[in-house]
């Protein structure tokens, strides 16, 4: 699924493909908004993104679509 971060006082929003339960990654955003910690993000290829949940000014969770191919798609 695609998620989309939106980080406060930056122009670009960090756009990220990842594996991991929807539920789960909004539990976790939410925990670590509440408790003001890091927040970490693991994209599908392993990589780590840390932010701030000080500075998060949004996160979007796309959906977890399989992608379509054909001519029918």
């Known amino acids: 699924m695609e998620i989309k971060i939106g980080v406060k006082q930056s122009p670009r929003e960090i756009v990220m493909e990842s594996d991991e339960n929807a539920k789960d990654l909004a539990a976790r955003i939410e925990e670590s908004v509440k408790a003001e910690s890091l927040l970490s993000f693991t994209d599908s290829k392993g990589r780590q993104v840390f932010v701030p949940s000080a500075a ?12 379509r191919v054909g001519f029918g798609a």
Do not use: D, F, N, S
């Open 56 to 67: 998060l000014a949004y996160v979007e969770i796309g959906t977890e679509a399989a992608r």
